[in-house]
Every structure is written in C-alpha cells, then in structure tokens.
Nanobody, 123 residues
C-alpha cells in the first residue's frame, strides 16, 4: 500500500509561485508513475503532470507546460510540483497520485491518492 501526503498549498497572488510536495511512503519500489492532478471548484479533476519514478520521464498538460515543473527525488521519496506565474484559474485542490503500472493523464487509472492540498491564486 502506497501512502501519499501532499503539502505546500496556500494563498498566493497572481504571478507568484508555489512548490507542492508529495511524500510517498517507504513502499515506493512498487510505484511506476506519479501524477499531479487538480480539481477546480465545481469542475472535474484534470491532469497537470506526471513522472515515471524509475527514469524521471515527464508528461505535462500542454497548457501548463513552461509554467509547471514536476520532479522527484528517489532517495527522499518525494515528488514536487513547481508552479510559476500562477493565475487565478490555477485555483484548485491539487492531488498527488501514484500507480504501479500507469503514468498517463487519466486520473481514473491511478490507484493511490493523497488527500489534496488547496491552492488559491488571488487576482
């Protein structure tokens, strides 16, 4: 069982930056992919970025590429999401997800989820 704990959310002004962290439990040897998703108020969960645990290959939602960066530390079992030039439309609950065989954009195919962290961007 993989446990994920997100942190780093908060309130930031438009144009600012935040770095979200996702700490994975010790049993990361079973992880293939980790993803960040977000759910804006009243909307469905949407893909942000993902990374393959073993080799660090990344995938991004096209509209976020260049502003958001996903990275990981295999030793510390942490995945980060660096978010720059934040906009009010980035306001959402951000979730970290992991799976033993998937690293794509479909949130329905991830087995493990964190509790989420709120990001609010004020205009």
């Amino acid at each position: 069982q993989v446990q994920l704990v997100e942190s780093g959310g908060g309130l930031v002004q438009a144009g600012g930056s935040l770095r979200l962290s996702c700490a994975a439990s010790e049993r990361t040897f079973g992880i293939y992919g980790l993803g960040w998703f977000r759910q804006p108020p009243g909307k469905e969960r949407e893909f942000v970025a993902s990374i393959i645990w073993r080799d660090g290959r990344t995938t991004y939602e096209n509209s976020l590429k260049g502003r958001f960066t996903i990275s990981r530390d295999n030793v510390k079992n942490v995945v980060w999401l660096q978010m720059n030039s934040l906009k009010p439309e980035d306001t959402a609950v951000y979730y970290c997800a992991a799976d033993a065989s998937y690293s794509g954009t479909n949130h329905l195919l991830y087995d493990y989820w964190g509790q989420g962290t709120q990001v609010t961007v004020s205009s």
